[in-house]
């Protein structure tokens, strides 16, 4: 399983890239391939301030669906479009062009939360 060290992670099974003020997210490796073949992804929460914890979207399987939470409070800024297409791209390239959203971090967001790879790994038992 792939766990980028460079990233930080959710017990949720997100993770999440922080540069400056801005966050890019999507689901890990792990979380992709239990959810099997992603026919779709749905974000309508681009504009929108949420917090910590707060459902940003979901993301349809062949077998279920699964909500998407946001790891810090912040404003969505952008969803990945090139997921409506192919939504497959959350499979094939999880940590990479399969990213969900961008996050403009609020000022007050608690990162303390966020797990390292090390951490994450060890939720998974």
């Keep these: ?6 990233l930080k992670y959710t017990k949720d099974h997100e993770w999440i890239k922080i540069e400056g003020n801005v966050a890019t997210i999507g689901i890990t490796d ?3 391939g239990e959810l099997g073949d992603i026919v779709f992804v749905d974000v309508d929460t681009v504009d929108d301030e949420l917090a910590a914890g707060d459902v940003f979207g979901s993301v349809e399987a062949v077998k279920t669906v699964s909500d998407l939470f946001l790891p810090v409070n912040g404003k969505v800024i952008e969803f990945n479009e090139a997921l409506e297409d192919q939504p497959e ?5 999880p940590y ?7 996050l403009e971090i609020a ?8 797990l390292s790879a ?8």
Excluded at 89 to 93: E, F, H
Excluded at 96 to 102: A, D, F
Excluded at 118 to 125: I, K, R
């Design 96 to 102: 990479g062009e399969g990213w969900i959203i961008k």
């Design 118 to 125: 090390e951490e994450y790994q060890a939720t998974l038992g």
């Design 1 to 6: 399983m792939n766990t980028p060290a460079e």
């Design 107 to 114: 000022a007050d967001a608690d990162q303390s939360e966020l």
């Design 89 to 93: 791209l959350v499979n094939s390239d």
């Design 30 to 32: 792990f979380a992709q």
